[in-house]
């Protein structure tokens, strides 16, 4: 078991065994997050499969305009709102699993300082008090900087990852609410 699966339960481990194997190099960090949305997966894959529109639950991202059909090699060009080291980025979708609920990008561009970066976020459902639920798993390989250490580069990217996860389960749950889920019983 790598570090990457400490603290995590069985069910989460693997997971992250099957959809987030990161090999990072030795210039590389990477790190694993988990959030527990109270909204059905259905749902909050919805959000996450859209690669053409990720400003519709990261916060940070202000317009995003994707060239040509959807689909696998398709690249984004990202508007990022201030309050970041950066303004623009070119990310490409590598994995769109709609079975799976899977999606991988990679930036490829920008004018910021994630080179090498890759993420690889996984939706799975959940039961949560009673109700569907998901859990999301989203993991990330970068290069260190110049001039950074691997814990402050993973410090920042998860700081905006936890963000975005934030922002995602609050979208997610709202949508959860007005769509009133009955509860299911456990089975």
Known sequence: MNSAENGFSGTVKDFIRKHHR???A???CTSVLVKRIKAPAHLVWSLVRRFDQPQKYKPFVSRCVVRGN???GSLREVDVKSGLPA???TERLELL???EHVL???IVGGDHRLRNYSSVISVHPEVIE???GTVVIESFVVDVPEGNTKDETCYFVEAVIKCNL???ADVSERLAVQDRSEPIDRA
């Open 166 to 168: 934030k922002s995602l």
């Open 22 to 24: 990161h090999e990072p």
């Open 87 to 89: 303004t623009t980025s």
């Open 104 to 106: 991988s990008i990679r």
């Open 70 to 72: 959807l689909e696998i």
């Open 97 to 99: 699993n709609d079975e």
């Open 130 to 132: 009673g109700r569907p």
């Open 26 to 28: 030795e210039n590389q």
